[in-house]
């Protein structure tokens, strides 16, 4: 959460020239609401349900570039489809970065508490050994800019001889999540 999934998975899918899909969106535009009223009216464990089976869905797309929710690797079928169906990245922050890019952002029903930096630094905690595990690439996104971390990934993917040629650069079964 705020570790720049959307941003960076919008600018690395224009230089692939792969669409570029936000679970966190199409969750919203398929339900015709928000996030935080699919929380408030199906809590946590309903909307996680929601988000699974679109990750499931989405991991069997080819040809895009696939920013997850947050939260979708509590899900341990979420994290197989992660592993098996793409090339994952796992672009993480410090609490420090975390805090301040999710500071004003409203439409994030974990972080509405009376402490957000405690609960980041929980989700964190809880979340980065699940992220670790499916990750074949792991990213810090603090300090560089977006475009120095698109160009970061896309020599690290040039690099790695079982992800160079059409398996990411073409349409094919595998693409990135």
């Known amino acids: 959460m705020g570790a720049g999934k959307s941003t960076i998975g919008r600018h690395l899918a224009t230089q692939l ?8 969106r199409e969750l919203e535009a398929r339900t015709g609401t928000t996030i935080p009223v ?5 809590g946590e464990v309903g909307f ?28 341990p079928d979420t994290r197989e489809a992660l592993k098996a169906r793409g090339f994952t990245i796992y672009l993480c922050a410090s609490l420090a970065d975390l ?3 999710t500071r ?13 930096r405690n609960r980041l630094e ?10 670790r595990e499916v990750a074949d ?9 977006v475009a120095r971390v698109v160009a970061h990934i896309l020599e690290t993917l040039k690099a790695i001889p079982e992800v160079t040629g059409e ?11």
Do not use: C, M
């Not at 699919?38 to 199906?42: P, S």
């Not at 690439?137 to 800019?145: A, D």
């Not at 073409?170 to 990135?176: M, N, S």
């Open 17 to 24: 020239g792969k669409r570029f899909v936000d679970s966190d």
């Open 38 to 42: 699919i929380f408030d009216i199906e």
């Open 48 to 75: 996680r349900r929601r988000e699974a089976l679109l990750v499931q869905e989405l991991t069997q797309e080819t040809g895009i570039v696939l920013a997850t929710g947050g939260g979708a690797v509590h899900d």
């Open 99 to 101: 805090v301040v890019r």
């Open 104 to 116: 004003r952002d409203r439409n994030r029903p974990l972080l509405n508490t009376a402490d957000p």
């Open 122 to 131: 929980e989700l964190l905690a809880l979340r980065d050994p699940w992220y």
């Open 137 to 145: 690439l792991v990213v810090e996104t603090g300090r560089p800019s």
């Open 167 to 177: 398996w990411v650069f073409e349409d094919t079964p595998r693409g990135l999540a």
